[in-house]
């Protein structure tokens, strides 16, 4: 959607390699999103954010969300093959929690062994 | 576990047919929603419900509609099918409370659609 951008649309790495994700929105963030879609199938989340400044972990994906440039990166450390996949940011821009998600294009990640 | 459970996975119409995409969730969730996800677009919310008997529209709704009468179900309809509804489309369900949903949103495997 026009509010969310996420970059690069697609990127390849080799494994082992680290790489970030970003999510950009054009409104105020009240809580962002991150799942990871495996193709034909649904969405699985990884984590979410609310307050400015947080960062979370698991296992070897970071999330943080700054509020004031209304953006999140999503990072993740010494890249495997079960990372690749589409990730995608849902952000809540009107404060209706995750009952209207507005989700980004998702970033298409491809790891090489 | 089934999670979220949605049928049929492919589906082809003609111009004008109709049917009925089902939604079911074992958790006990009060949330469910229907996101339809278009190549290069990202997921977009077509109707959400907080409640049995509760329903919203979400950002698309034109051409669907939907029913809560049950925790569990959460079918969604298209009445006259037209080309500009092929998508591949996805359920949803999460818990929380109140009508303001902060939690994770459980996702089933999506239904594929084709409208000829």
């Known amino acids: 959607s026009q509010e969310l951008e996420q970059s690069p649309q697609s990127l390849i790495v080799q494994e082992g390699k680290n790489l970030t994700i970003n999510c950009t929105s054009s409104k105020t963030l009240y809580g962002l999103y991150w799942y990871k879609q495996k193709y034909g199938e649904g969405l699985i989340f990884l984590m979410m954010?609310?307050?400015?400044?947080e960062e979370k972990s698991h296992e070897k994906i970071t999330a943080k969300l700054d509020e004031k440039k209304q953006q999140s990166s999503l990072h993740i450390t010494a890249s495997q093959p079960s990372h690749a996949g589409i990730y995608l940011c849902?952000?809540?821009?009107?404060?209706?929690?995750?009952?209207?998600?507005?989700f980004g294009t998702g970033t298409r990640l491809t790891v090489i062994p | 576990n089934a999670g979220v459970t949605q049928t049929p996975k492919f589906r082809i119409l003609k111009i004008g047919q109709s049917m009925t995409l089902q939604c079911t969730q074992d958790?006990?969730?009060?949330?469910m929603y229907w996101y339809r996800q278009d190549p290069g677009m990202g997921l977009k919310l077509i109707y959400y419900s907080v409640g049995a008997g509760i329903t919203d529209k979400g950002e698309v709704p034109n051409g669907y509609n939907v029913s809560r009468s049950t925790t569990e179900d959460f079918p969604l309809r298209l009445e006259l099918a037209a080309p500009s509804q092929t998508s591949v489309y996805f359920c949803?369900?999460?818990?929380?409370?109140?009508?303001?949903?902060?939690?994770?949103?459980?996702f089933g495997e999506g239904s594929r659609l084709t409208v000829l």
């Open positions: 954010l609310q307050k400015g400044g």
């Open positions: 958790m006990n969730h009060n949330y």
């Open positions: 849902g952000a809540d821009i009107r404060q209706t929690g995750a009952n209207n998600l507005f």
């Open positions: 949803a369900s999460g818990g929380g409370r109140g009508r303001r949903n902060t939690g994770e949103l459980f």
